[in-house]
C-alpha cells in the first residue's frame, strides 16, 4: 500500500502523545492507536511450523512499494517482467496506492508477469497462487460492453504462454461460453476442462483471484484443483467439485506462475467470429499483491494469513493477503493493509489451515486487531 501524500506514523502518534482526551476509537481491541502499515505483528499460537517457498509482491518492504511510480519494475527474487510485449510499471492506484500495469495493444501482447520458485513442483505437494486483478477495456473512451476473452494466468511445466501440456490455465471466456473456465492439461492426450463460477468482468473493481493445487501422485486422482475469485466484497468457489489427476507425465512438472495481459474474440457472440468491427483501443492491466506458497513437504503450502473483516470467508467483505516472517510455534509478520481506506478499521487475522471439501477456508486460529490507516486522523481541537 502506498503511504505517499499521507500522514505518517510518526506524525499520528506524535498527535496522539499531545491529545490530553483519548478518542473512543482508540480504545479496546488491540490498544492505543492500532497497527499501521508495515507494523510487526505476532500472532501467538501453537502453530507448527510451516517449510514453505514463499513470494510476495505487495507489502511495505516488497518490490513495488521499494519502487517509484512510473518506473518499470526490475527483475528480482525470481520474478521475472517485461518478457513479452510491453514493459510492466509501478504506478499508483486510488484504491490499493502501488499497482503493477501491463497495458495491451496491437503490437505488444501477451505481456506476462512471471515467478519461478527455482524448482520444478514434486508429487504430492500443495501450493497457492492469488493476486489482486483489475482490467480496463475502452472503445473510443467508453467501455466495452460485447463479449471478449481474457487469459487470466496460468502455471506451467515451463516458461510459456503457448496452450499445451501439463499446465494450468484460468480464462474468461465470452458471455454466452460458458464464463470462467479452468483447464487441466495433464499430458498430451490426458485433459480436463471445468467452466462456470464467477466471471471477472472489465471496467470493474479489484478482484482476488486465487488458485489452490494439490499436485498428488503421478496417474492417480487424488490430486485437488481449486479455483475462486472474490468480486464485489464476496468470494465465490469457482472449482471445486472433484478430485483430480493433475500429473501424468513423469518429465512434466509444475514450477512457472505466469500472469497474463490477454484479451480477445472480441465481440464474437455478438458479431461472429473473426468480425471485422472494431476492438477495444485500451487493454489494461492493473494487478497487486501477487502471492505463490509452495510446500517444501508433503504438508505445508494451503496454511495462510489473511486479514478480515470476519472470521469466516464466506462472510469476508474485506480481504488483504498477509506474508510471514517467520512461522514456528507462532506467527510473526508485517502488516500488508493492502486495499484498506483510509481511517480506523476492527478487523482479524485470521490463520488458515486448507481448505475443506466445498473449497471453504478452514479457519485455525483468528487475533482481533484495530488497524489505522492514516488519511482520517481526527484533528485535535485548538
Not at 499508483?92 to 503493477?100: A, C, E, I, Q, W
Amino acid at each position: 500500500m502506498d503511504q505517499q501524500n499521507k500522514i505518517s506514523r510518526r506524525q499520528t502518534l506524535g498527535w496522539l502523545a499531545l491529545s490530553t482526551t483519548t478518542p473512543s476509537w482508540m480504545l479496546g481491541g488491540c490498544g492505543g492507536a492500532g497497527y499501521m502499515h508495515g507494523d510487526p505483528v505476532t500472532i501467538d499460537g501453537a502453530f507448527g511450523t510451516s517449510d514453505v517457498t514463499q513470494t510476495f509482491l505487495g507489502g511495505s518492504t516488497g518490490m513495488i512499494e521499494a519502487c517509484q511510480a512510473g518506473a518499470n519494475i526490475s527483475n528480482g527474487k525470481g520474478w521475472y517482467f517485461n518478457e513479452l510485449g510491453h514493459p510492466t510499471t509501478v504506478m499508483s492506484d486510488p484504491k490499493r496506492g502501488k499497482v503493477l500495469f501491463t497495458p495491451e495493444d496491437s503490437t505488444h501482447y501477451n505481456a506476462t508477469r512471471h515467478f519461478d520458485p527455482g524448482f520444478p513442483i514434486a508429487e504430492q505437494r500443495y501450493f497457492y497462487k492469488a493476486h489482486w486483478v483489475r482490467s480496463v477495456l475502452l472503445l473510443d473512451g467508453q467501455p466495452y460492453t460485447k463479449s471478449f476473452q481474457w487469459k487470466h494466468e496460468r502455471v506451467n511445466w515451463r516458461n510459456t504462454i503457448v496452450d499445451g501440456d501439463c499446465e494450468i490455465k484460468v480464462h474468461d471466456y465470452p458471455n454466452g461460453g460458458g464464463g470462467l473456465m479452468t483447464f487441466v492439461n495433464r499430458s498430451a492426450t490426458d485433459k480436463s476442462v471445468y467452466w462456470g463460477g464467477q466471471v471477472i468482468k472489465a471496467n470493474s473493481d479489484w478482484a482476488l483471484l486465487e488458485m489452490m493445487v494439490y499436485t498428488g501422485t503421478q496417474g492417480a486422482n487424488d490430486g485437488k484443483v481449486v479455483t475462486r475469485a472474490h468480486v464485489n466484497g464476496k468470494t465465490y468457489i469457482n472449482q471445486n467439485k472433484q478430485v483430480e489427476r493433475v500429473y501424468a507425465d513423469p518429465t512434466m512438472r509444475l514450477r512457472h506462475f505466469i500472469e497474463q495481459n490477454y484479451f480477445g474474440n472480441f465481440g464474437q457472440v455478438e458479431d461472429g467470429v473473426n468480425n471485422p468491427l472494431p476492438k477495444p483501443e485500451v487493454r489494461e492491466l492493473w494487478s497487486d499483491d501477487s502471492r505463490v506458497i509452495v510446500g517444501n513437504d508433503a504438508r505445508a503450502g494451503w496454511q495462510r494469513v489473511e486479514l478480515r473483516d470476519a472470521v469466516s470467508l464466506q462472510d469476508a467483505k474485506v480481504r488483504e493477503l498477509q506474508s510471514w516472517n517467520i512461522w514456528d510455534g507462532h506467527i510473526t509478520l508485517t502488516l500488508n493493509t493492502g486495499g484498506l481506506q483510509p481511517g480506523v478499521h476492527d478487523l482479524f487475522l485470521v490463520v488458515i489451515d486448507g481448505v475443506d471439501a466445498q473449497g471453504w477456508d478452514v479457519v485455525r486460529q483468528s487475533m482481533p486487531i484495530r488497524v489505522v490507516v492514516p488519511g482520517t486522523v481526527p484533528t485535535p481541537s485548538s
